[in-house]
């Protein structure tokens, strides 16, 4: 064999070192994707969170202005007179947790309360609930203007 054929055959990578480069690619994938999925996680529930503030902000407006509380409302449907002060798009497009964004008057032990209604929707149950809730307001979900209202209900109370 002649010196050129021998530089031709040692020019590319051996099975071994493809292998390698495999292994630490899966490595650090394995390693990265728990890290998106946290911050995904958490970015979703910022966005909840502010999401629950301009609602509540506006209910408490709403209440304040026109000396009444929002009415009851079906879930992903505006409160009549509520739609004057939110983004109609943002509250019919649902929560970035999922479920629907409700009102309830006169229900559930409240006078009246803003927030997620699950329904068919995934919950995302408790204790994830009550990771917002340690940023939004007591971290309790039984105390607090943040509650859990029913079983698949998640509310800001303006009045109790």
Do not use: C
């Not at 629950?52 to 509380?69: C, E, I, K, P, Q």
């Not at 509250?91 to 209604?117: E, F, K, L, N």
Request: aromatic share 12%; no cysteine; net charge negative.
């Amino acid at each position: 064999m002649n010196k050129q054929n021998r530089n031709r055959l040692k020019a590319g990578f051996t099975l071994v070192q493809i292998m390698i480069v495999v292994l630490i690619v899966g490595l650090i994938a394995t390693m990265a994707i728990p890290a998106f999925a946290k911050a995904r996680r958490k970015s979703l529930q910022t966005t909840f969170i502010n999401d629950m503030r301009v609602f509540s902000d506006a209910a408490d407006y709403f209440t304040l202005n026109g000396g009444l509380y929002l009415e009851d409302s079906a879930s992903g449907v505006i409160p009549t007179g509520l739609e004057d002060y939110i983004d109609d798009d943002r509250w019919t497009r649902g929560s970035p947790i999922g479920g629907q964004w409700g009102s309830a008057y006169d229900d559930s032990g409240i006078t009246s309360g803003i927030g997620v209604h699950f329904g068919a929707a995934p919950n995302p149950g408790d204790a994830y609930m009550e990771q917002i809730d340690a940023e939004y307001d007591d971290g309790d979900l039984t105390t607090g203007v943040f509650r859990k209202i029913a079983s698949d209900r998640y509310y800001y109370i303006i009045q109790e």
